[in-house]
């Protein structure tokens, strides 16, 4: 379970993130919208603390992130993250952006790692790319990739910040199928997304944000369809017009 | 007229063991001035990433009191300022030594720093988002990764280095100028000389140059 008391960031004096409180429950997948600079990606980057919030408290099932010290990166490992640009390691193959981080954390031995990556690959049907560099795949390749990485952790929490935003038209579907899977299996996923017709088709919940608060929360049927605050209004049917 | 003829070969048999000395002295004090000068540049460069104040404003003013003075001066400075310093003379070659390796250590530092800062910070971010740790992050990550733009530039600070000792000259440690100098007046000839030791940084440098565009090649075919 993720828990958010009176979160706040600041870049400088810029007040990015003001106050958010917010609950997610094991399995719960949650779509974040609002439009860009409404602070959306910060929030999800507080949640690994990738940003450090400039005050308020995240727990992650129960644990104060701010209270780790240097078991933050044991926590880490239990929180996948998907990046807009994909950052795979150039340097190294498929597999080897896949395996590394459980073999690096002593999670799994190189043999089980590899063994758990050709699985990964196989389900991303993405077998034949394993032992080509990274430069050589498709934006739509690269991100699911980069899911199979973060996946090859067994986390219990997926963040993805804008995972289709730097892809060609044609890829989008090609990711958002893959994380359409893995919601149905349970897996507790965050999406910051622009894609309104998978977050009202795939999220649980949807979360609105504007100006760095949370305008609205409902479930994603209710918040598409019944938008109760002036603001969320004003923002669907500017993304919904066409 | 045989080879044995021209000025210059007769110039470099009849004077060939200064030449020898000042190619010993020469090599000798680049190696080490380029292994200490490595080893301090680097460590300088953890300085000047550090996301401490203190170890990060040392490093900058080092760095650039270094790069923003004249090698001849420092050279004499060390030399010199040994013994109001610490209290005792030391010789040339150390002087030298100490003065080439310190000054090279802040190209070294630059150069490591610039390279780790070219790569993307996304790299990092996806690695700590994955629970690696900053260590192996920097070690798996960031570094082979920086190595392809440090390579390069780390190749022409060494050759700069190789020139620059030849300004241990001027505090009388006998290396190859020191040698061409010796030469010059001995033999009366003011021009050939010179020649003979321009030719022979030359292969130094040109030799260095090639083995790490060797290097290079052999890096960039690991991807």
């Known amino acids: ?242 | 007229m045989g080879v044995k003829d021209l000025n210059i070969i007769k110039l470099l048999i009849k004077y060939r063991y200064y030449y020898l000395v000042g190619i010993k002295i020469t090599l000798v004090l680049s190696f080490l001035s380029l292994i200490i000068g490595s080893t301090l540049g680097s460590l300088l460069s953890l300085f000047k990433l550090s996301k401490y104040r203190l170890p990060k404003a040392l490093s900058t003013i080092y760095i650039e009191v270094v790069r923003g003075t004249p090698m001849m001066v420092q050279i004499a400075l060390v030399y010199f300022g040994s013994y109001v310093m610490i209290g005792m003379d030391i010789s040339g070659f150390a002087a030298a030594l100490i003065a080439v390796s310190l000054n090279s250590a802040a190209y070294v530092a630059e150069i490591i720093r610039s390279g780790i800062q070219s790569i993307d910070k996304g790299q990092t971010e996806a690695s700590r988002s994955l629970g690696i740790t900053q260590g192996q992050t920097m070690r798996y990550i960031i570094l082979p990764q920086a190595v392809k733009n440090i390579l390069p530039a780390l190749g022409n600070e060494f050759v700069t280095l190789i020139k620059e000792t030849s300004v241990a000259s001027t505090i009388g440690v006998a290396d190859l100028m020191y040698a061409s100098k010796i030469v010059q007046s001995n033999s009366f000839q003011p021009f050939n000389p010179l020649i003979i030791v321009a030719i022979i940084y030359f292969i130094f440098t040109f030799s260095l140059s090639q083995l790490i565009g060797l290097l290079e090649r052999r890096l960039s075919h690991n991807d």
Do not use: W
């Open chain 1, 1 to 242: 379970m993720i828990k958010i008391e009176n979160l706040n960031k600041y870049f400088g004096d810029k007040h990015i993130l003001k106050d958010i409180n917010l609950e997610i429950g094991d399995g719960e997948v949650i779509g974040l919208i609002g439009p860009s600079g409404s602070g959306k990606s910060t929030l999800i980057r507080c949640m690994n603390f990738l940003e450090l919030p400039s005050s308020g408290n995240v727990y992650i099932d129960g644990k104060n992130m701010a209270k780790l010290g240097k078991e933050i990166d044991k926590a880490r490992q239990h929180i996948g993250m998907v990046f807009q640009h994909f950052h795979l390691f150039p340097h190294k193959t498929v597999l080897e952006n896949i395996t590394l981080a459980p073999i690096l954390t002593g999670r799994l031995s190189k043999n089980q790692a590899e063994e758990k990556a050709l699985e990964l690959l196989e389900t991303m049907d993405l077998l034949d790319k394993k032992e080509v560099y990274p430069d050589s795949l498709s934006g739509g390749q690269k991100q699911r990739i980069a899911i199979a990485r973060s996946l090859a952790m067994d986390p219990k929490i997926m963040l993805f910040d804008e995972v289709t935003s730097a892809l060609d038209p044609e890829m989008v579907g090609e990711v958002l199928n893959v994380m359409k899977g893995l919601a149905s299996t349970g897996m507790t996923m965050i999406v910051v997304t622009h894609e309104m017709a998978f977050a009202k088709q795939v999220a649980d919940r949807v979360i609105f944000m504007s100006d760095g608060e949370i305008v609205e929360v409902n479930t994603a049927v209710e918040l598409f369809e019944n938008p109760q605050n002036l603001r969320t209004k004003e923002f669907l049917s500017k993304v919904l017009e066409y």
